[in-house]
């Protein structure tokens, strides 16, 4: 019965599918197959089969803040409601997972606007890794005019800055890429700092892929403004009550496929960045300062801390 | 008759020999086979041939500052020598390299023998790229007794940092190796940060492999001490003049071999460390500070500045 | 019919009404007198009239968020009114109008009722430009006891340094001026610094004469508390999706009446200082930090946001 | 009438009844008490000396916001209840005496839980003075089997430190004890630093015992994390409209008792540190962002702005 | 008899000569003069003669180190001579005097060479106030066919920025000007500061124009190369024992000429910029970092401690 | 024989004799006496006598470099020496004993001077711990007319501040005292900070009483100069070679005489203070910049290095 729900959470640990927004939008697909494949007989065993699938997918990574709030709203849509028919319990399901849906798609839109007015013409802008918020967003200011240009990080050990690259060329943007390590030399060059963000704790610091907390104490050495674009669901409300947000730590064949016997490899796959060294992040709320994003989150989501 | 100094310079040009060590060996022996060579009839031609390979072998790189100081140095031997007799300049030119090899020897010895005692006991020692003064140092260091354990990242994109876990590891130390940007993740466990250095200017800043002044800010404000290890000849009296100390860029295909077209890639293979994030330099002449470096350099090597 | 309000704008484009403060008291004048003189038979009818005169008087200068709140609010007024009779809606208006007048001057006895209880006796206050709300608080200050000294800078191109002085000599402060870069010479021997601000931003940003972030950071070097005397309607509600606070650049004249042909005279009038080095905003509702900034508009007025 | 009240606000003014928690519970008691003997015949006599008793326990020191909070908060739930008759007055002050008491317990232990998962295994901890929230969090850390060491200040002149290293002693947990102005030697071994607070103001700093802002400059010279272990309801709500938190001064004595005369001591018990030196408190509420400490307040106990 | 030298010093004091290398120059020739002039009998009348003029020309002004240098080396050049009969006295100072004005001239050839090289090809290169040294050493840039741009501060209270900018535009050079307290809204602009020099201290420090220091904060913020321009022998070797470098406070009238009664107007007309804020002394001996500063000078001009 | 010495070592070891300079002092007329009570019969003998006391006197403290930099110099006097009679080498011990005794007096005196310019009338000055050479310096300065004012630490553990303060109410100098981490919280009241130092490294660090590094730390802060009193010859050459400066852990004891079993007290008696923390060493050759540490003693006293 939960079959659907654990092919996705397979995908997700096997990293077939990636990026916080692609693993959110494939665990809410399978929530709401679940709900039509669930044969239950009334909403207590209803709610009971959501909650089994919850903790499915919620194990399927470590942290995934946007898929976990997604369920969690789901479910509490499930729970307010006065339906108690099954059948009507499915459609609810299937209303909420495409209105949930629909609310990502706007953060997007949102979040590509905001971003493409901070966007001054003719300016370079920096980034690290991949994340398709950020490409949406340049894609749209390029659209809208602003002549742009993108110093990107090749992101080892897996070299996600090869696909940021990738799509900016196919949009004629005129890109450069460098190591890592070079983004000290070049930061003087940047005018904006852009990254994306994996997760956001309760003090306001972001976890983002490894790397990202030294190009945002680079930015700072040099007066460059870090912007973080993320939609606010990439809060986690665990990291409120004491939970550190867990780093992942990957394979070592990523940094080195045969490396020598004895040799320990370390391979976190995200570090935190300090609030004190973000401008702002851009969400679907607009430009924030990080420092409020638990009350922010009040405002626009109270139910995460459900 | 330049043949063996062209055949030198092409080979460091071609980066078959590395390490500013090593290029000065082969340049001094290099001169040192064409003093032999050369069979010419006064002291002025004898010049003029040194001087002919002098400019080969100065233009077989952008900047090498020992190997320039190390025929500097050969050269001033003969220039201020009463000797007239060729077959005397000979023997002369061959006394003279197998000085500088010698004293160079000293220096990696006594550096090693600095390094040691600055090492703490049961310390962690962070590390960036290969240097062979700095490998040899913790060999000695093991060797006396220090126990101590190296963190090295990889070093993008030649991956010079495998070289040295694999040094390290043939010694029995334990050893990790990380991914360039997981410096800042890294460094608060670290109690000690040592990097080479491919030249010293004028003003005390430290030319060495891309990301080490990137290193050197984590390092500041993780509050632990870094250090350069490096011969005092590495310095390169031309920042004294208002040379930059050019920063060598290297072929896109060491970082992305099929890259795609359109697509600016920038290899720099240096950057700059400025004085402020250095502890000390620890050199022949013990550990000094780097703002003291054209005074140290005028009371051990005044010939330089000629 | 919009007469009054056409020359408002004007008064404003032209600078014959200067401080956010005035111009806001002269736009909220001019809708009043616009409301009371427009002819028209329906509610619809009215709105359109207000809509027009909130063209105009926000064309008039670049930023003006505190006018441009007051306006919002006063329309917002009249729309969520069930009131339809024209007559009324004029009365509706006169009645908001005369509530926002009142409002500020609460708030300006608020605030200057605040920072008095901050000024420790026998303190070294330091300020740039010129402020009513500042030069009021300090006139408050000095009745209720405080004994203060002045330092304040000349302010260029426009000397309104001139102005604040004036204004404290006739208080019977002990008042200094200086050169503006003379800031970081006498900063060691102030206590407080005190700036007004012309917008605040949604990441807690204060835009102010041009000059006043180099004070800010020269306060900060020197551990001097940095503090924003500001209505909170100074908050720029398009910051929050991504415009930028506009900085207005002046006429060159300003700086050298007759310049030499072919010199770029670059006068910006006003620059943004970081939250990061500003140690609160007193504002009406108390001392806040400038990163909640965007949650404490929220809180009061939240109609900002429509 | 208000004898109980009398002494208790002698026992808090002469230090019998130390700590900001049990000086509110030393108050709260003192209330419930008059509230039972005050012999009054109605509703407004009864506040007249609730009043009284709030007035002569705000007395008895400087600032102690706990205590002030908690007495307005009972004398709220009076002002706000429909109950005139006296009998059932006396039953509601104890009710919400009771209830003031039972929330801070439940604070405690939602702390000690939020600090208890903050806590990494086999972690360094260091601390300054004697915080029971702090000592009962590490107790509770303890027992939950995370594995921890202390470093902890003698703290001067009163060596408080010493009555902390005594519990965690007991607890078995390895404790060392450093003078005070060791704390920059040994800043670099720890991992994580907490101390409690015994204000809160409305910029986000907290007031703590003297050489804790030393500590916040130490910690973050090194990159160690700084947390700061308090109630919400330490916040203090004058702050907001300008008044400084006053710093006690306390008796020379306390630092040398028989000192020369002439010498001037200066003893002040607490100093100021600044929220950028903070990364979060750990409250009731979670770990929050000192920066929007009014916005939580305002959510949460909006009526301690009354 | 000292008439020459009374003239000289009177045309010293009243600005009539302005520019430390104009000052030492006018200085220098007095001295000349004088020794043609002076009728004595023996040397150690010629050396009293000497003395008084020394004395005269020192008190001219408050500082003035490369004049007070050069007096000091022309009487040193006499007291060791073996000369004594006065006729040749004559010439030897006449000799010596040229001798200084060529070294000077050299000294000046030689900064413009080095700065040349410095300054990469389509910079932008920020200064303030004007030097005559820098004016020359960006005139010969051009020259070298450097393609540079400068911004300029206009320097209050005298605009001696506008006497740069003339220069500047009849070379051609785009130039911008900007009012003092702009710098830092243009600083990430420029790629290179250049600012002079009046006394250089035994601690590394720098004398300049009030504004430098700020100049010189601003720099470090935004990772802008500082350099300071100079000869050598502004080194001012009073500084050495204890001696303060004296902060010359000029006229009020030149801030405002006809200020309101009872203003103080503070006058500073230099700073102190600490020598962690330069990257480098630009001076005749080459690049230098501030911190060596006594021993280059010992090395060079040991004469100068005598 | 070596009975005086051993006497003086024993001293030294058991604190009898306290401060680098009453060390050193013994030490020096240990070795006279030695010398005088020898009787060997020639200069060889005559040397193993007093390289045997040179060892005794080492070990006695873990570092005290005055003190091994006097013995150093006298030992050199003899080496070099021409003088065999084993007769008037003794002499010869005399005068160079007495000779480095009225240097170091010299010095003092020297170092007086320079502090009394340095220090600005009516300033406040900030110092830690007991130094003779600080005390005598404020003296001297009060004597020459300075009106100056003092704050002193207590210096836990063993209240040497009381030492200082007690000699300056002798003076009648104005003196307040504090605990040690009020300093901060004084900071910004004091126009200079004062310090002494037991040894000085060869990367320009200075080894002072713990709690030293944290007072530089808020002095930097605070903007507030921080300067070191010291002889040149606290310089220790051992440190050149990569020995760290040993740190001297004390008796728990001096902490808390009868702490609970099984706490660790940990007691370093001395910290570093980075160079650049440090303004200027005011020294016997002037006010000198610590990173040219090395170069001021290599050309002052090179036999050091010997």
Known sequence: M????????????????QGARNVAITAVRAIETLAKEMKVKNKKDFLKGLSNAK????????????MRNAIRWIIIQVEKSDITNTKDLVSLVSLASQKFLKELEYSKEKIAE??????????VIFTHCHSSTITYLLKKATQKGKSLELICTETRPLFQ????????????????LIVDSAARFFMNKADL???????????????????????ALVAKEAR??????????KFDPATMYGDYEKIE???????????????IIRNPAFDVTRRDYIHGIMCEEGIISPHSIIEVVHRKYSWVFK
């Open 2 to 17: 939960l079959k659907s729900v654990q092919i996705a959470a397979e995908k997700i640990r096997k990293l077939e599918v």
């Open 55 to 66: 903790d499915i997918l919620f194990s399927s990574r470590e942290t995934e803040p946007l």
């Open 114 to 123: 905001i971003g493409t007015k901070r966007i001054r013409n003719n300016s």
């Open 161 to 176: 800055g090869r696909k940021t690259v990738k799509e900016m060329l196919k949009l004629g943007i005129k890109t450069t």
């Open 193 to 215: 700092v852009l990254v994306g963000a994996d997760a956001i704790t309760s003090e306001g610091n972001v976890i983002n892929k490894i790397g990202t907390s030294m190009i």
């Open 224 to 233: 460059t403004p870090f912007y973080v674009v993320s939609e606010l669901l």
């Open 249 to 263: 730590e990957r394979s070592p064949k990523e940094i080195w496929k045969k490396h020598p016997k004895g040799l």
